[in-house]
């Protein structure tokens, strides 16, 4: 099942702070997110593998809610740099998955001077 | 320094014409994953590779094969291409399952 992320679209000033959702209606094993650039492939942020992990990357963090099945990524004091679409791939837990991901639909984020 | 290469970067097809993808990666990584991402949409995994075993996806059409002779090359055959096949198709590599994919830059498929 792809998780479902909200919101689908949010415009931003530079500077601004913003907070995109992931959400599985499965139990998670991890949660990748990924930013992608029109025409161009997808770039790892980060992966959160444990409940409650949280991980950051200079002004990028993201949470990793294991009990509820959710993931944030937080985007503070935004840059030009960061618009692009977001997405967020989810391993289901238990079994062997091979490591493959689900992703979510993506949330478009547009960063304005 | 690229690390996932893709080849070619455009690919124009007939209808019904066989098509074949590449993908070569320097990373050595055991796994290697096919993806076909729609305009506007996320990527769809297709198939994946662990090594020398391969794992198709269950809602992976027919009509998509792949191939992978060794570590480094992976090749994904479209069969009798549709217009519905027109996409970008990604590839991407990770040392293990449950790691840091990496993806190639991708192909964007286009059929006439």
């Known amino acids: 099942q792809q998780p479902v992320q909200s919101p689908q679209a949010v415009i931003l000033r530079e500077g601004e702070d913003a907070v995109i959702n992931c959400s599985s209606s499965?139990?998670?094993?991890?949660v990748h997110w990924y930013r992608q650039k029109h025409g161009e492939a997808p770039v790892f942020l980060m992966i959160l593998l444990k409940g409650g992990e949280q991980k950051g990357h200079e002004k990028i963090s993201a949470s990793f809610n294991e009990k509820k099945q959710q993931s944030s990524l937080y985007l503070t004091a935004s840059q030009l740099s960061y618009s692009g679409t977001y997405f967020c791939?989810?391993?289901?837990?238990?079994?062997?998955?091979?490591?493959?991901?689900?992703f979510g639909q993506g949330t478009e984020l547009s960063v304005k001077p | 320094d690229a690390m996932v290469i893709q080849n070619p970067r455009y690919q124009v097809t007939q209808f019904g014409k066989p098509v074949t993808l590449s993908c070569s990666q320097t990373l050595n990584h055991n796994v290697m994953y096919w993806y076909q991402q729609k305009s506007s949409q996320a990527p769809k995994l297709l198939f994946h590779?662990?090594?020398?075993?391969?794992?198709n996806e269950a809602d992976t059409p027919d009509n998509f094969q792949s191939r992978r002779p060794n570590t480094s090359f992976c090749f994904l055959d479209i069969r009798s291409p549709g217009l519905g096949d027109a996409a970008m198709y990604l590839c991407?590599?990770?040392?293990?399952?449950?790691?840091?994919?990496?993806f190639g830059p991708g192909t964007r498929l286009l059929v006439l």
């Open positions: 791939g989810t391993e289901p837990a238990g079994g062997n998955q091979g490591g493959k991901l689900i």
């Open positions: 499965k139990a998670l094993y991890s």
């Open positions: 590779y662990y090594d020398k075993d391969f794992n």
């Open positions: 991407a590599t990770s040392r293990d399952r449950i790691e840091t994919q990496y």
